[in-house]
C-alpha cells in the first residue's frame, strides 16, 4: 500500500506511447540510451541559451522530445509552445541546433534530422507549467500564489483537472515540507484515464525545490 508509480509508465501501452522509438541489441542498449540523454539534454541546453538573449520570453515551452531512430537516421520532433525562439530565424536556428546536437554526439554514418510542432495549448502540459512555476519561485513569488496562478492556466486549456505539488524548503523555512493542491478530478488509479505527468526540480537561493504535476486530459 502507499507505493507510487510513474503514471507515464503505468499507462504504457493504453493512453501513453514511447517517447523514443528505436530497436537495440542488449549489449549497445545503454549506449542508444544515454544518446538520447544526450539529445535531449543539447536540445534543452541550446534552447536555455537562446531564452538567455531574448528576454521577451519566460519559459522554454518544451512539452516533450520525441526520438525515432533507425539504421541511417535520427529523427527528433520538438514538440513545443512557444517555438518563437527557433522560427523567427528558422533555417539558421534549426541548422545550428543540428550542428550542435551532431557535434554532441559525434554521429558520422548517420543523419540527423530536427523538425518543430508547435502545440495548441501550451499550459495544458505539465512541463511548461512546471517552468512556468519554477520562474515564478525563483522570481521570490509566493508558492501559493505561483500554484493557483498556474492552475488558472491549465483551466483556460481546456483540462479536467490538475494536482500540483512542490517540496523542499518552500519559502526559505528551515524545515522542507511537501505542499500540495488539486483542482478537479485525477484520477491516477484509472488506467483508461490519460495523465500526463512531469517531475522538475528548480534551484532557489534557499536549495533545491521539486515540483511535481498530475494533469487529467482526457478521459476513455
Same mark, same amino acid.
Given at each position: ?5 510513474? +503514471?507515464?509508465?503505468?499507462? =504504457?501501452?493504453?493512453? &501513453? ?13 545503454? /549506449?542508444? =540510451?544515454?544518446?538520447? &540523454? ?12 537562446? =531564452? ?35 522560427? $523567427? ?6 541548422? $545550428? ?6 557535434? /554532441? ?9 530536427? !523538425? ?5 495549448? +501550451?499550459? #495544458?502540459? +505539465?512541463?511548461?507549467? !512546471? $517552468?512556468?512555476?519554477? #520562474?515564478? =519561485? ?16 491549465? @483551466?483556460? !486549456? ?20 511537501? $505542499?500540495?493542491?488539486? /483542482? ?35 478521459? @476513455?
Amino acid at each position: 500500500m502507499g507505493q507510487k508509480i510513474n +503514471p507515464l509508465g503505468f499507462r =504504457l501501452g493504453a493512453t &501513453q506511447g514511447h517517447h523514443s522509438l528505436w530497436f537495440a541489441q542488449p549489449k549497445n542498449y545503454s /549506449e542508444d =540510451l544515454q544518446e538520447d &540523454q544526450k539529445i535531449r539534454n543539447c536540445i534543452k541546453n541550446y534552447v536555455q541559451k537562446n =531564452l538567455k538573449i531574448s528576454s521577451n520570453v519566460n519559459v522554454e515551452g518544451i512539452a516533450r522530445i520525441e526520438i525515432q531512430k533507425r539504421i541511417d537516421l535520427i529523427q527528433v520532433i520538438i514538440y513545443m509552445g512557444f517555438p518563437k525562439l527557433l522560427i $523567427e530565424e528558422r533555417p539558421r536556428k534549426i541548422e $545550428e541546433l543540428q550542428f550542435n546536437v551532431q557535434k /554532441e554526439l559525434n554521429c558520422v554514418n548517420r543523419k540527423l534530422n530536427i !523538425a518543430i510542432t508547435r502545440i495548441v495549448n +501550451p499550459y #495544458g502540459h +505539465p512541463n511548461i507549467l !512546471a $517552468e512556468f512555476i519554477a #520562474g515564478q =519561485l525563483k522570481n521570490r513569488v509566493s508558492f501559493r500564489k505561483a500554484m493557483k496562478k498556474a492552475i488558472e492556466l491549465t @483551466e483556460q !486549456a481546456g483540462t479536467k483537472g490538475i494536482q500540483v505539488q512542490i517540496a523542499g524548503r518552500i519559502d526559505g523555512k528551515e524545515i522542507a515540507r511537501v $505542499e500540495w493542491i488539486r /483542482e478537479g478530478r485525477v484520477p491516477l488509479q484509472t488506467i483508461r484515464a490519460k495523465i500526463d505527468y512531469c517531475s522538475y526540480a528548480v534551484r532557489t537561493i534557499y536549495g533545491v525545490l521539486g515540483i511535481k504535476i498530475w494533469i487529467f486530459v482526457d478521459g @476513455e
